[in-house]
Nanobody, 121 residues
Framework: QVQLVESGGGLVQAGGSLTLSCAAS????????MGWYRQAPGKQRELVAG???????KYEDSVKDRFTISRDNAKNTVYLQMKSLKPEDTAVYYC???????????????WGQGTQVTVSS
């Protein structure tokens, strides 16, 4: 049974920082690319960042230089460090187990329950 459990969301002022975590179980974590998506009210879910099994990363343009995705294969955990947060970063953030080839992240079928990030102005 695959489980992806996100944590670390919350309320933060603009310019602040948060670090999200996603603990995975039921998958061979070291062989999977992992991704963070977000979904704001009334909008489609969008990829924020992805990381391959060998550590190659990909970012959505609006978060480059502000967000950092990383992984700890020993802990089966992927992180999203978010800095200089903006009100437009407000969304539910979801973890995904997928694949990353030639600079493209392909979402997999497994999702976490999401964690809310709210950035106040």
């Amino acid at each position: 049974q695959v489980q992806l459990v996100e944590s670390g969301g919350g309320l933060v002022q603009a310019g602040g920082s948060l670090t999200l975590s996603c603990a995975a179980s039921g998958i061979t974590f070291v062989h999977n690319a992992m991704g963070w998506y977000r979904q704001a009210p009334g909008k489609q879910r969008e990829l924020v960042a992805g990381i391959s099994s060998d550590g190659t990363t990909k970012y959505e343009d609006s978060v480059k230089d502000r967000f950092t995705i990383s992984r700890d294969n020993a802990k089966n955990t992927v992180y999203l460090q978010m800095k200089s947060l903006k009100p437009e970063d407000t969304a539910v953030y979801y973890c995904n187990a997928g694949s990353l080839y030639s600079g493209t992240y392909y979402r997999g079928n497994y999702w976490g329950q999401g964690t809310q990030v709210t950035v106040s102005s």
